[in-house]
């Protein structure tokens, strides 16, 4: 069966450009790749058929030679090792098609299109830094100067990585692709290019400053902004502030991960205060009024009321953290500040105290209603038991 014009098997013009001719080829290979048509027998040959033609049309040689002689020029080896009739036979080369065709059916599902390994520089990497803050600076904000190891853009060579600033050359391994490929009977194995390591060009003069890298490690100082309101866990995110790109490339990013210190008085809940507050046991009984402190540094009078208990809490309004972000023109209220009372039992008595809690004790007055409550639930449990 005589072949088909390789023009028509594309479904291209003759003087159709390269451009024109690798977008048919795609879409025709997309069209009729055999993992797309399960059920058709004839898409295997069909496709080889197109990847035969694209092989001989891609190549400007190759195109000249059949231009003029048609499919004679490629018969019996007459165009060298690279025709079809040479090392690789009459059928085409299927393991090149699939290599050829393999981005546009599957780059999606590996993370975008092969080409875009392609590209000159590389984005630096992003950088953590783990900053301790006490509750009161988390209280008030404040601006921190940071020390941050990494690196930056080599001053000598403006991050090209080249002497003199000049720009990168492109690889000739892989003419700037990044990947090499080798074909193995059926199949096509990429492998990045070990020439330039994946970047698509090399250095001909690296920069003796940064040997090549367009980087340099250097220790740089930072002020942060903390805003008032931080929380442990909070992140601050510094644009560009990361580890400098690769020959040129953009900078990553900083990111500031707070961690709010445990205060010795205060324990924190959001926007929400608590403090312990002991209290004698004179004065839980009695009543009276205890001087509690603040986390804005004042202080604040609470009133103990007769007969109070461990675990009673007061409230003080609008004496706690503030909503993040707090500052002038911005809404949000303040958390509260809770005070905790921890009734506490007299130790170390002297003789004359003792004898005073005694004879307390000793006077019939129903003053402890708790106790009262408590046998009085023993006596119905075990009254029922009984019964």
Not at 156 to 166: D, I, Q, R
Not at 208 to 231: D, F, M, T, W, Y
Not at 255 to 269: L, N, S
Request: hydrophobic share 35%.
């Amino acid at each position: 069966m005589a072949k088909r014009d390789f023009y028509e098997v594309l479904g291209v013009a003759r003087g159709a450009s390269a451009d024109e001719i690798k977008k048919a080829f795609r879409a025709k290979a997309k069209e009729l790749h055999p993992d797309r048509n399960p059920d058709c027998t004839l898409s295997e040959g069909r496709f080889k058929e197109v990847n035969e033609a694209y092989d001989c049309l891609k190549d400007a040689q190759r195109r000249a030679a059949y231009d003029r002689f048609g499919h004679q020029a490629f018969e019996g080896g007459g165009f060298g090792p690279g025709g079809f009739g040479g090392a690789r036979g009459g059928n085409g080369d299927f393991g090149s098609a699939f290599a050829d065709v393999f981005e546009d059916l599957f780059g999606d599902m590996m993370g975008g299109r092969a080409a875009s390994g392609r590209s000159r520089a590389t984005r630096g990497q992003d950088l953590r830094y783990n900053l301790q803050v006490s509750l009161e600076e988390a209280f008030a904000g404040l601006q921190k100067t940071i020390s941050v190891p990494g690196s930056v853009a080599c001053g000598e060579c403006n991050g090209t990585g080249a002497e003199g600033a000049v720009e990168p050359a492109t690889c000739p391994t892989c003419a700037g692709m990044g990947k090499v490929r080798a074909s193995q009977g059926f199949f096509t194995v990429e492998r990045t290019c070990p020439t330039c390591n994946g970047q698509g060009q090399i250095v001909k003069n690296p920069c003796a400053a940064c040997h090549g890298a367009g980087r340099i490690e250097k220790q740089r100082s930072l002020a942060v902004n903390i805003p008032a309101g931080v929380e442990t866990g909070t992140r601050i995110r510094l644009a560009g502030e990361g580890e400098a790109g690769l020959r040129g490339g953009p900078s990553g990013d900083l990111y500031i991960f707070v961690e709010v210190k445990d205060h010795a008085i205060f324990m924190r809940d959001g926007r929400m205060l608590a403090c312990h507050v002991p209290v004698s046991m004179t004065t839980a009984a009695l009543g009276g009024e205890v001087e509690v402190p603040t986390i804005d540094g004042g202080r604040s009078r609470v009133k103990i009321a007769p007969g109070s208990q461990t675990g009673q809490q007061m409230r003080l309004r609008g004496k706690g953290m503030p909503p993040l972000r707090h500052g002038p023109g911005m809404q949000g209220d303040f958390g509260d500040m809770l005070v905790e009372l921890s009734v506490e039992t007299p130790v170390n008595l002297t003789a004359r105290q003792k004898e005073i809690l005694r004879e307390f004790e000793a006077i019939d007055a129903d003053n402890h209603p708790q106790t009262s409550n408590f046998f009085g639930k023993i006596k119905n449990f075990w009254e029922g038991l009984g019964a």
